[in-house]
């Protein structure tokens, strides 16, 4: 038996349904809240690109859940789920996405550049792996201030052939910063498999050669992302440095939501499909003995919420025009001066 199931194992035999139901709906919340984003984006409310995590639901509610409000998270392009399992509003994400005033950004920033500083989440970001630099000076900061809290970035398998990687990891190693790289590997470079891409063993090994102590776990199981989580999110907090943490998982959707996804056979989607991460918590807390009432109440829940915060984004106020350039720093004309 490996580490991780043996881990999944006794943490299934000392389930704690109480603390797990909260869990349980906030991966419904995730799904519903993206599954009302891409119809959404069908009735033209929202514009530009959105990229679901339909399926990789237990990686965010895995982590964040064990973080406190101070602590800092930096997120990728394919960010809801994290925001929302940092603490995040739902209706001011869902105007957000909507380009409303009340947006978390006033409008201005949508779905791949979504933040919320009142719950530590600095930002998702466009362009990949540039997260990872970002998180690391966030954690230096944290350092520098003699603080206990930690910073958390989470990015894609295509960001570890990416430059900001390596000089992330290697600074965050240099220095011993409190920061928790966590690689949501859903097998894809947007279109393209990944290990098509990545030579060598691939990510942990590429963090242990850093010298981080790193594990992957089944992104799926969020009871092992849960526990593999709290040892590491505990002794990076004790002084124990960065550590990274490699979440196997898989997104259901396409890479954005009107990408058709031809490029992978409809078999593999449907096998993955079987291991569905919110069916796979639900299968665990049906053994515990949890009564299916109070399971199918958490989704029944969720849905009526996301009905309502659909319905008060979409009659939400736009923002004042003149308000677009308000919080733009504005340097000069770069031909007449250089910075």
Same mark, same amino acid.
């Given at each position: 038996?490996?580490?991780?199931?043996?881990?999944?194992?006794?943490?299934?035999?000392?389930?704690?349904?109480?603390?797990?139901?909260?869990?349980?709906?906030?991966?419904?919340?995730?799904?519903?809240?993206?599954?009302?984003?891409?119809? /959404?984006?069908?009735?033209?409310?929202?514009?530009?690109?959105?990229?679901?995590?339909?399926?990789?639901?237990?990686?965010?509610?895995?982590?964040?859940?064990?973080?406190?409000?101070?602590?800092?998270?930096?997120?990728?392009?394919?960010?809801?789920?994290?925001?929302?399992?940092?603490?995040?509003?739902?209706?001011?994400?869902?105007?957000?996405?909507?380009?409303?005033?009340?947006?978390?950004?006033?409008?201005?920033?949508?779905?791949?550049?979504?933040?919320?500083?009142?719950?530590?989440?600095?930002?998702?970001?466009?362009?990949?792996?540039?997260?990872?630099?970002?998180?690391?000076?966030?954690?230096?900061?944290?350092?520098?201030?003699?603080?206990?809290? #930690?910073?958390?970035? #989470?990015?894609? =398998?295509?960001?570890?052939?990416?430059?900001?990687?390596?000089?992330?990891?290697?600074?965050?190693?240099?220095?011993?910063?409190?920061?928790?790289?966590?690689?949501?590997?859903?097998?894809?470079?947007?279109?393209?498999?990944?290990?098509?891409?990545?030579?060598?063993?691939?990510?942990?090994?590429?963090?242990?050669?850093?010298?981080?102590?790193?594990?992957?776990?089944?992104?799926?199981?969020?009871?092992?992302?849960?526990?593999?989580?709290?040892?590491?999110?505990?002794?990076?907090?004790?002084?124990?440095?960065?550590?990274?943490?490699?979440?196997?998982?898989?997104?259901?959707?396409?890479?954005?939501?009107?990408?058709? /996804?031809?490029?992978?056979?409809?078999?593999?989607?449907?096998?993955?499909?079987?291991?569905?991460?919110?069916?796979?918590?639900?299968? /665990?807390?049906?053994?515990?003995?949890?009564?299916?009432?109070?399971?199918?109440?958490?989704?029944?829940?969720?849905?009526?919420?996301?009905?309502?915060?659909?319905?008060?984004?979409? =009659?939400?106020?736009?923002?004042?025009?003149?308000?677009?350039?308000?919080?733009?720093? =504005?340097?000069?004309?770069? /031909?007449?001066?250089?910075?």
């Amino acid at each position: 038996m490996t580490q991780n199931a043996a881990r999944a194992e006794e943490t299934s035999a000392n389930l704690d349904s109480e603390r797990l139901l909260p869990v349980l709906s906030l991966m419904w919340k995730i799904r519903l809240f993206e599954e009302t984003a891409i119809e /959404a984006q069908r009735e033209g409310l929202v514009l530009g690109a959105i990229h679901p995590s339909i399926g990789q639901e237990a990686v965010a509610a895995g982590i964040c859940p064990n973080l406190r409000q101070a602590d800092l998270l930096l997120s990728t392009h394919r960010g809801h789920g994290h925001t929302l399992a940092k603490g995040a509003d739902p209706l001011a994400m869902m105007m957000e996405l909507f380009g409303r005033a009340e947006g978390t950004c006033g409008g201005k920033g949508g779905s791949m550049h979504i933040a919320d500083f009142g719950v530590g989440m600095l930002g998702a970001n466009g362009v990949v792996g540039a997260n990872i630099t970002i998180g690391v000076g966030a954690a230096h900061a944290l350092k520098m201030r003699r603080s206990d809290d #930690i910073a958390v970035c #989470i990015f894609g =398998d295509g960001a570890i052939n990416r430059g900001p990687f390596l000089e992330g990891l290697n600074w965050a190693r240099v220095y011993d910063l409190p920061v928790l790289f966590v690689c949501e590997d859903n097998g894809f470079s947007a279109t393209t498999r990944t290990r098509t891409l990545t030579g060598g063993p691939g990510a942990v090994a590429r963090a242990e050669s850093l010298g981080l102590p790193a594990e992957e776990v089944d992104g799926n199981d969020v009871l092992g992302v849960d526990a593999a989580a709290r040892t590491a999110i505990d002794a990076i907090r004790q002084g124990g440095g960065p550590r990274f943490l490699q979440c196997r998982t898989y997104r259901m959707t396409g890479h954005t939501a009107v990408d058709p /996804a031809t490029y992978r056979d409809a078999a593999e989607v449907e096998e993955w499909r079987a291991h569905c991460p919110i069916a796979r918590l639900e299968g /665990a807390l049906r053994l515990a003995g949890v009564d299916e009432a109070r399971m199918q109440q958490q989704r029944t829940e969720a849905e009526q919420y996301m009905q309502d915060v659909y319905a008060r984004a979409r =009659d939400a106020e736009w923002p004042d025009p003149a308000q677009a350039f308000a919080d733009v720093q =504005d340097i000069g004309n770069p /031909a007449e001066r250089a910075y």
